[in-house]
């Protein structure tokens, strides 16, 4: 028969085995939050598709899908807001998913903030899972504008 010691030492060990690996996936996602990463550039986004848009950029368009309830869509805005009021070729959209999860199955949005970044022809470039880092958005839209 195991000891009482035993026992509690194991349960011990399987809880602090349970902590390191929770916060390694949580590093690990943390990471990846914020990230552009660019797509292949299969999946094109119709005017149509997007509830009281009635064109795209000419350069570029910033399309966020956000929910009532989500806070870091507010400061998701407030960046790609900023981003595209410095920019004539570049338009920052916002379709909250609170009512339209028909949207959310559409284009595969699995978080909010999500930002798809469309060329002048609603080409899906890049996408953004979370905050974006403003350095890395404007990086990608140079990229994008002088294709």
Known sequence: MRSYRGTTMNAVIV?????????????????????????????VVRVADLPGVKRFARGATLLQFSTEVCAPCRATHAVLGDVASGRSDVDHVDLDLTHRPDLASRFNILQTPTTLILDRKGVVRARIGGAPRRADLTNELERILAA
């Open 15 to 43: 809880i602090a085995a349970l902590v390191a690996g929770t916060t390694a996936l949580g590093f690990a996602w943390r990471l990846t939050q914020g990230r552009v990463r660019r797509t292949d550039g299969t999946t």
